[in-house]
């Protein structure tokens, strides 16, 4: 039987965590040593998620799928533990690995009561967007075991409680199937619930690794055969999951690994799957996939497959020419996630309902939706307010009048950056034009930047119906090869000038956190001292040499770029880079690291 785990909650929970998760939720400083890291990284992501900390309303999936090798491995080995916890009052919880709540195994009356009333049951997902942080959540999203404690959790019901969990990985593909969770109660936590989370994880995985098919295991030993013969690419496709190696993860970026996985599936399903083909990358590298299936129980239990890349200083230097793909007069773009936004705005538009434009500065929300009233009604005027020029009261002024008087379409930017006061009167203007006697239909469109909980823009956005958040760059990177020959021929219109495929694939690896705005002035700075010939890496700035999602301050952009410069002065030599810099070597190598720099090549 294993150890009583009831002994006091642990030090991390008391009165100073408290207060600063206080803190947290009403925005106020945090002192970092109050929190842990992974603790205080969850409760920004559940605020980014806009979780609601003060009420927990989970939506139900009445009878969720049980009949699933996870389920079927899992339930016998969770059985097994519920018997010899010898009643303990640690409720097991098992879920699909997105969040959503499989099986509980009773604890006592007390804990499942309140484990109802917080909606921790069969048929509710515990995902970190949903929920907030908390040990199921938390796991699942960070890719391994959490203990969450007491405050620690974002949600105040869940505060009285201590949960572990451990994500569940298929022991043959490493596909994330399923978490296990044990929770009590706090004043019970012991830091050796989490190590029997993990015990009851590594026995499930063994469990599935031995009802695994003589297929499954084929694949995985022709996989590792690949691997250790190449130094190169080698993936393994089945049905149930994708195995990469790690050179494949640190040479391709996701889009490229999404294009090189979708070709191998169609090749693998076709009649000759041995044939090499070849895929050319929008970065411009050239691939070439060597297919090979591998049969098992009699049927195909998938392939491995492995991909050399021609080096771009071994082939004829071409130039990367997209065909600029237009949806809308004025604007490129084909990723799922632009087009979706372009195609809910323009909805909208012909609906008449008035329409806040929600997305991250320069994302491109004006251009949108002047390209959706040239298109929908080109003749009819635009007006553009920006509420950032707000300084007087003859902004306002000029608001009503456009409210009460105009036709056509009115667009007001920047309505987040209004103050309370302006916000009010703003709203008292818009519920005025819905009942004006105008001359002309008036469509009106707010953007912003991001949402805000105050009363007063909850107020004003009340006039508007629907709300379209349209994606950041970095969420449709697959792009970035359309818009800048796009941007570049309104430039330069004499087309003299194009990008290299060296410098696409770097500007393809960008983070861009101004999104398509950035871009714009990127190309924008490059054109001013190169007018003719191929853009290549040397001549983009260091800001387009990183691929770190978060924006920097000003004081690290500056370290950023002479980091990335003094790599350049030295061929990407970091020892020598360092010794420029007056920063060791270890200094170097972990700002690398956390600016996401992309060191060139000698």
């Known amino acids: 039987m294993p150890p009583a785990l009831t002994r006091p909650g642990d030090p991390i929970d008391g009165e100073p965590l408290a207060k600063a998760r206080e803190r947290f939720l009403t925005a106020e400083p945090v002192d970092p040593r109050q929190v842990r890291d992974a603790i205080l990284a969850s409760w920004w992501r559940s605020r980014d998620w806009k979780v609601a900390a003060d009420h927990i309303d989970l939506t139900y999936l009445r009878d969720p799928d049980l009949d699933t090798p996870l389920s079927r491995s899992a339930m016998p080995?969770?059985?097994?533990?519920?018997?010899?916890?010898?009643?303990?009052?640690?409720?097991?919880?098992?879920?699909?690995?997105?969040?959503?709540?499989?099986?509980?195994?009773?604890?006592?009356?007390?804990?499942?009561?309140?484990?109802?009333?917080?909606?921790?049951?069969?048929?509710?997902?515990?995902?970190?967007?949903?929920?907030?942080?908390?040990?199921?959540?938390?796991?699942?999203?960070?890719?391994?075991?959490?203990?969450?404690?007491?405050?620690?959790?974002?949600?105040?019901?869940?505060?009285?409680?201590?949960?572990?969990?451990?994500?569940?990985?298929?022991?043959?593909?490493?596909?994330?199937?399923?978490?296990?969770?044990?929770?009590?109660?706090?004043?019970?936590?012991?830091?050796?619930?989490?190590?029997?989370?993990?015990?009851?994880?590594?026995?499930?995985?063994?469990?599935?690794?031995?009802?695994?098919?003589?297929?499954?295991?084929?694949?995985?030993?022709?996989?590792l055969r690949t691997c250790r013969r190449t130094a190169g690419i080698v993936f393994a496709l089945s049905n149930d999951g994708v195995m990469m190696n790690d050179h494949a993860r640190q040479v391709l970026d996701p889009g490229e690994q999404s294009i090189l996985l979708g070709q191998a599936a169609e090749t693998l399903a076709g009649r000759h799957p041995t044939t090499a083909v070849t895929v050319e990358l929008p970065s411009g590298v050239r691939a070439r996939l060597y297919c090979r299936r591998v049969p098992g129980d009699g049927r195909l239990a998938g392939g491995v497959v492995h991909v050399k890349l021609t080096e771009l200083a071994n082939r004829q230097r071409t130039e990367i020419v997209t065909p600029a793909r237009t949806f809308l007069p004025g604007l490129v773009g084909s990723g799922a996630l632009w087009l979706r936004g372009c195609h809910q705005v323009e909805a909208i538009h012909a609906s008449g309902e008035w329409l806040a434009l929600e997305g991250e500065r320069g994302a491109g929300k004006l251009a949108l939706l002047r390209a959706v009233h040239q298109r929908r009604t080109p003749a009819a005027r635009f007006s553009v307010l920006d509420a950032a020029e707000a300084a007087g009261q003859s902004w306002l002024d000029g608001a009503r009048q456009e409210l009460l008087d105009g036709v056509g379409s009115l667009v007001i930017r920047h309505v987040d950056r209004l103050g309370a006061g302006r916000l009010r009167a703003l709203s008292k203007a818009l519920r005025a034009a819905t009942a004006a006697d105008r001359p002309g239909p008036l469509w009106v469109a707010v953007t912003l930047s991001r949402r805000h909980d105050g009363e007063e823009l909850s107020e004003l956005l009340r006039y508007f119906p629907s709300t379209v958040e349209l994606p950041p760059l970095r969420h449709h990177v697959e792009d970035v090869p359309a818009l800048v020959p796009f941007f570049l021929a309104k430039l330069m219109p004499d087309g003299r000038l194009s990008c290299s495929p060296e410098a696409m694939q770097l500007l393809v690896r960008s983070s861009w956190p101004g999104n398509t705005e950035q871009l714009w002035q990127v190309l924008r700075r490059i054109v001013q001292y190169r007018r003719t010939g191929s853009i290549q890496p040397n001549d983009l700035p260091p800001e387009c040499r990183t691929v770190s999602r978060r924006v920097l301050s000003p004081l690290e952009s500056m370290e950023r770029d002479a980091i990335v410069q003094s790599l350049l002065d030295t061929d990407g030599n970091k020892i020598k880079a360092a010794r420029s810099l007056g920063m060791s070597r270890a200094t170097i190598y972990r700002k690398i690291h956390e600016y996401g720099i992309v060191p060139p090549t000698a």
């Not at 010898?86 to 959503?100: E, K, R, V, Y």
């Not at 921790?120 to 515990?126: E, I, V, W």
Request: aromatic share 4%.
């Open 77 to 223: 080995v969770l059985t097994h533990l519920r018997e010899h916890l010898d009643g303990q009052p640690i409720s097991i919880i098992l879920t699909d690995p997105a969040g959503l709540v499989l099986a509980r195994l009773a604890a006592d009356r007390d804990l499942d009561a309140h484990l109802d009333r917080v909606q921790l049951a069969p048929g509710f997902s515990y995902a970190e967007e949903l929920v907030g942080t908390n040990g199921i959540g938390t796991a699942l999203e960070g890719g391994g075991p959490m203990q969450v404690f007491g405050h620690e959790h974002y949600a105040e019901h869940l505060e009285d409680l201590a949960c572990a969990g451990v994500p569940i990985h298929h022991p043959i593909s490493g596909k994330t199937v399923g978490a296990v969770d044990l929770t009590c109660w706090r004043k019970h936590a012991d830091p050796l619930l989490l190590a029997l989370a993990k015990t009851t994880a590594d026995q499930i995985q063994q469990a599935l690794f031995a009802d695994s098919s003589v297929g499954e295991l084929e694949l995985l030993q022709e996989y």
